[in-house]
């Protein structure tokens, strides 16, 4: 069967819109998984350090703790990965623990370099009570 004369390089015409679209759509769905990565490291370092504070705060002063705190979520964020000018808050209270972690992630797209990835976690702190004894 042959092909008419307005037939020519339709093909070509179709992948010329369709390439850049089906390419936008894969670059966009690899940004939105780094992206969601980024958000569970440093969600989960907030945890860890949140969880540091949380037992450590109790046993003493929870202010002398923070410092520590900050070490151990920036020390978790950066072992499990690929984030970049990680930075750890910690804050607490006699009451309350708040750990805030931001940092940067790779972007192969470059559209969202500017905007860092940030999570807060506030726990309660634990408040160990001495064991009454026996009733007399």
Not at 67 to 89: C, F, I, K, R, S
């Amino acid at each position: 069967m042959r092909r008419r004369r307005d037939d020519r390089a339709a093909s070509t015409l179709e992948m010329a819109f369709i390439a850049p679209v089906f390419l936008l759509l894969i670059f966009g769905i690899v940004e939105f998984g780094l992206w969601m990565y980024a958000r569970n490291v440093v969600t989960l370092s907030a945890r860890e350090g949140a969880s540091y504070l949380r037992v450590s705060g109790a046993i003493d002063d929870p202010a002398g703790w923070e410092g520590a705190a900050e070490e151990t979520a920036l020390a978790y964020a950066n072992q499990v990965g690929l984030m970049t000018d990680v930075t750890a808050t910690a804050s607490s209270d006699d009451e309350q623990a708040t750990v805030e972690v931001c940092g940067h992630y790779a972007h192969p797209m470059g559209i969202l370099s500017d905007s860092p990835v940030c999570q807060t976690v506030t726990v309660e702190i634990e408040q160990f009570e001495p064991d009454p004894g026996e009733p007399q």
